[in-house]
T-cell receptor, first 113, second 115 residues
Framework: LAKTTQPISMDSYEGQEVNITCSHN???????ITWYQQFPSQGPRFIIQ???TKVTNEVASLFIPADRKSSTLSLPRVSLSDTAVYYC??????????????FGQGTTLQVKP | EAGVAQSPRYKIIEKRQSVAFWCNPI?????LYWYQQILGQGPKLLIQ????????DSQLPKDRFSAERLKGVDSTLKIQPAKLEDSAVYLC?????????????FGPGTRLTVT
């Protein structure tokens, strides 16, 4: 399973766009990239998942370059309520894969007023 | 739809005592996971069930931890005897996917304190 590396912490201000980059140099062909958000005293919550290029949903965008060795989670116009820990994970799909997710330390995002 | 339910939410025990946690996944979800999250760290997978069979328990300390998922629905995680280092939040998650991958839905967790 590919190991991920992401910044320990980031600061931002309300209304700004926040980009959190994750490095996963050993990503395998059938690995997907998934991001989770975790608030204190809660379980992680799924944000977005992608395989290549760009994925966008109602809360975030995920940019994946052609070599897939990194990915960037983009949060548009953050608010105070986006203060949380963000985890980048890689994991496989399909027959023979358990879908096992390995969580790293995550990135603690602090949004300031 | 109802989310993943866990109980109890909090538990305080003394070392060497035993404790059990219960999880009810989202209806229809084939895969169930138990994670241990120590303060300041990311969740660590302890065991993964697919229906009522174990898929991965490589990080489960089997000398003291056990888990079962009867009838492929509810699951219990037990620790016996507990150690101080078992103090953590125990998270249960479930997913619809059978062959791995897919979105995992997490419960609120059980915070265990071992004194």
């Amino acid at each position: 399973l590919a190991k991920t590396t992401q910044p320990i912490s980031m600061d931002s201000y309300e209304g700004q766009e926040v980009n959190i980059t994750c490095s996963h140099n050993n990503i395998a062909t059938n690995d997907y990239i998934t991001w989770y958000q975790q608030f204190p005293s809660q379980g992680p919550r799924f944000i977005i998942q992608g395989y290549k290029t760009k994925v966008t949903n109602e809360v975030a965008s995920l940019f994946i370059p052609a070599d897939r060795k990194s990915s960037t989670l983009s949060l548009p116009r953050v608010s105070l309520s986006d203060t949380a820990v963000y985890y980048c994970l890689v994991g496989g799909y399909g027959s023979g894969n358990t879908g096992k997710l390995i969580f790293g330390q995550g990135t603690t995002l602090q949004v300031k007023p | 739809e109802a989310g993943v339910a866990q109980s109890p939410r909090y538990k305080i025990i003394e070392k060497r005592q035993s404790v059990a946690f219960w999880c009810n996944p989202i209806s229809g979800h084939a895969t169930l996971y138990w994670y241990q999250q120590i303060l300041g760290q990311g969740p660590k997978l302890l065991i993964q069930f697919q229906n009522n069979g174990v898929v991965d328990d490589s990080q489960l300390p089997k000398d003291r931890f056990s888990a079962e998922r009867l009838k492929g629905v509810d699951s219990t995680l037990k620790i016996q005897p507990a150690k101080l280092e078992d103090s953590a939040v125990y998270l249960c998650a479930s997913s619809l996917a059978l062959a791995g991958g897919g979105e995992q839905y997490f419960g609120p967790g059980t915070r265990l304190t071992v004194t």
